[in-house]
Each structure stands twice: as structure tokens, then as C-alpha cells.
């Protein structure tokens, strides 16, 4: 057991705050703690390693905590419990790729616990980055070296890989955000600031261990998704080994805005088969203006993954992968909305 200062924040300034101030003289070793599924995990195996713990459950009672429809949308706070927004009526019935993706997440125990904001910024799950025995890791220890490479690569992403890192983006919440046009709102030292939610993460590269843009200090307070044409018509799929409490082998999280059979916008992500929440976007503007027939799937599907990259283990996701997307692609288009 390693020593951490433990304190909590009572309002999202002292929050943001006392993190930049300790991070600017520690190096960056203060952490925001909410539901703590995925951080105590890291800390019990060793492998994150805070100074200092900022719990931020006492915000829950502010708009942290809230479920809000309007403004041309719907807001969902960093502190909103997965459960609360997998099993809201409203969300599953005009946002149902948002619901989906939380449902199909974790255990009912966990969602019970864990928050929309920690759910974003899990990290990977890669086995060489859980277990500090193994030395080379670029994301844990970075210019160690990376153990998966030639490795057992089953797990491992074949999209947006680098020669620095393959470890695959595990969440399921972050395709559906993706696919449905989100954006983030953060509060940082100097100010409020919002970006579209696709850009928060960044490609593993020569930095694997950089894994958002998120500054020192910045913490996410809300997440918007606009009601738009393809929100009521959407879906997530997820493919597992088994059927509850698994991460994804490949996921998809589609809108269609359709006009009879003919797709007039198509948005779609993946997950489970890259190293951050993979918006596809060829493939999606291979689809605008066609008739979605299986033809157009196929294509959208192959658009898609064409940029794959397979290691040893995990060539397989490259065509369960397009299946899924494809499936999909065809639930979405027979919606009833
Ligand atoms: C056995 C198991 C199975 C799982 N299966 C799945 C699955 O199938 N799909 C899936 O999506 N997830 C899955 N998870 C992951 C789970 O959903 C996450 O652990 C959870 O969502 C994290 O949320 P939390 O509130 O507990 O985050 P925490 O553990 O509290 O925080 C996680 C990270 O986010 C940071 N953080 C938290 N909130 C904020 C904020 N507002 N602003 C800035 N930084 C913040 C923390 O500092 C920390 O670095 C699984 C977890 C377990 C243990
Ligand atoms: S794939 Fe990434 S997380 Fe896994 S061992 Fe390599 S560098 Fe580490």
C-alpha cells in the first residue's frame, strides 16, 4: 500500500484547483476520485500510483448529478451513476444507443457505482498494463518498450495502433457519444470549455501514455447530445465472449437519419477494435445518399476497417468487426421510431 493524501471538494473550483496545484509541483500525480471502479483497481495492482485523491462525489447534488432534457437535447452529468442513465425512459427511448451502451457495460453492481465521467476515462485493459510484473509498457512506463507486440495479441486493437502501443479503448459509453455527435463540457483553471466529445481522446502515436487532451487539473462536468435526426433511430451492438459482465471484442454505434431506405446522414463508431472511440467516418460518407441495402452495408463495412492493421492473435476482429457494424447498420434501418 502505497501513502496518498485523501480529500474531497466540495465545489468544482476547489476540485479543479487543488489538482493544478499539486500537479504543477508533483508532476501530474493528483486524480479525481467518483465511483473509484476503475482507479482503487489501479492503485490495489499498483499501476496508478496518485499522491493525492480529490474525491468529487460531493458535487453529485449540482448539475455533476443531473439528468436534464432541453435546449435541443439532452445534458447528462460527469457524476450521473451509469445504472441511473442505462435504465432512464426518456434516454432509451429517444437516445437508445446511449442507454444500449450502458446496459450492455460491466455488472448491475458496478453501473450501480460507477459514474458517465469515470466511465469515459477508464484506461485499457491490455494484460501487459495490468500487470506490473511485466516491464515493458509503453503506456505505463513510457519508452519501456511494449510487451503486447509480440505478445498474445487476441485483445489488441487493429485500428489506430502505433509501433509505441496496441492496447484497445475498452468503454462502451464513448462510441455511443461519438456516433451521436456529443460534446464535453470541462471545467479547467481558467474557465469553463466545451469540445466535441470526438476529439477528447487521443491516438496512442509515439506517446501512448497521453491518452486525452485533457489538461492537469481538468475536470468533466457534462456531457450534451443533441436531439438530432439520427439519435431516436440508433443502436449500439456489442460482441463478447459471453453475454454479461465483458468487455467488447467489437462494437458499433450507429444513427441513421433515413428518408424511406435511403440514408440521408449516417453516424457511426466503433469500439473494441481500436485504441480510442473509433468514428468511421468513410464509411459513413459512403452511405449518405445511398440506398442502405446489403450492398451499401458491405461497402460501409470494408470502408471501415480498411485501414486494419492485425497482429498475431486478433485478426479475427477484423471481420467481426464488419459484421457487427453491419448488424447494425440493418437493426437501425428496421427501428420503429
Ligand atoms: C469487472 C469489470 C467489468 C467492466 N466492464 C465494462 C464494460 O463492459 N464496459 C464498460 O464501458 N466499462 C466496463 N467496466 C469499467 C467501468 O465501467 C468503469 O470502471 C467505470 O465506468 C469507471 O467509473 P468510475 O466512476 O468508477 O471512475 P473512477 O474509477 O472513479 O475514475 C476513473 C478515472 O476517471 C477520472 N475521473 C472520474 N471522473 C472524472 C471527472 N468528472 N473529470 C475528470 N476525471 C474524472 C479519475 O480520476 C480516474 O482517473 C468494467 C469494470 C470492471 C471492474
Ligand atoms: S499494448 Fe500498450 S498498454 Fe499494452 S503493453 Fe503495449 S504499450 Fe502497454
Not at 489501479?42 to 499522491?51: A, G, I, Q, S, T
Not at 470549455?193 to 497521453?210: G, I
Not at 491518452?211 to 439520427?230: D, H, K, R, Y
Not at 454505434?253 to 457511426?268: F, H, K, N, P, Q
Amino acid at each position: 500500500m502505497r501513502p496518498f493524501i485523501f480529500d474531497s471538494a466540495a465545489t468544482p473550483r476547489e476540485a479543479v484547483e487543488t489538482a493544478q496545484a499539486w500537479n504543477a509541483g508533483t508532476n501530474g500525480a493528483a486524480h479525481f476520485l467518483a465511483g473509484g471502479t476503475t482507479l482503487i483497481d489501479l492503485m490495489k495492482l499498483d499501476v496508478m500510483r496518485p499522491e493525492r485523491l480529490i474525491d468529487i462525489n460531493a458535487l453529485e447534488s449540482s448539475d455533476f448529478g443531473r439528468i436534464v432534457f432541453g435546449e435541443g437535447g439532452l445534458w447528462m452529468g460527469a457524476l450521473v451513476r451509469m445504472a441511473d442513465a442505462a435504465e432512464h425512459p426518456q434516454i432509451i427511448r429517444e437516445f437508445p444507443a446511449i442507454a444500449q451502451s450502458l446496459q450492455l457495460a460491466a455488472s448491475q453492481q458496478i453501473r450501480n457505482m460507477a459514474t458517465l465521467g469515470g466511465n469515459v476515462l477508464q484506461r485499457t485493459r491490455c494484460p501487459y498494463f495490468r500487470d506490473v510484473s511485466y516491464r515493458e509498457c509503453n503506456k505505463r512506463d513510457p519508452g519501456s518498450g511494449c510487451a503486447a507486440l509480440d505478445g498474445f495479441s487476441r485483445s489488441h486493437a487493429v485500428l489506430g495502433t502505433s509501433d509505441q502501443c496496441i492496447a484497445s479503448y475498452p468503454g462502451d459509453l464513448a462510441q455511443a457519444l461519438i456516433a451521436l455527435d456529443a460534446t464535453v463540457d470541462l471545467a479547467s483553471p481558467s474557465g469553463l470549455r466545451r469540445m466535441p466529445f470526438a476529439e477528447l481522446h487521443r491516438r496512442p502515436q509515439s506517446r501512448p501514455d497521453m491518452e486525452t487532451v485533457l489538461q492537469p487539473g481538468e475536470l468533466i462536468v457534462s456531457f450534451f447530445v443533441p436531439a438530432a435526426p439520427w439519435a431516436r433511430r440508433s443502436v449500439f451492438l456489442k460482441v463478447r465472449d459471453r453475454v454479461s459482465y465483458e468487455f467488447a471484442l467489437a462494437s458499433a454505434a450507429v444513427g441513421l437519419d433515413l428518408s424511406d431506405r435511403v440514408v440521408r446522414e449516417a453516424r457511426i463508431a466503433l469500439g473494441g477494435v481500436a485504441t480510442v472511440p473509433w468514428r468511421a467516418a468513410e464509411a459513413e460518407a459512403l452511405l449518405r445518399g445511398t440506398a442502405l441495402d446489403e450492398a451499401a452495408q458491405d461497402a460501409a463495412a470494408e470502408a471501415a476497417f480498411s485501414g486494419a492493421q492485425a497482429r498475431e492473435h486478433n485478426g479475427f476482429k477484423i471481420e467481426l468487426g464488419k459484421r457487427t457494424l453491419k448488424r447494425a447498420l440493418a437493426q437501425a434501418a428496421v427501428m420503429e421510431i
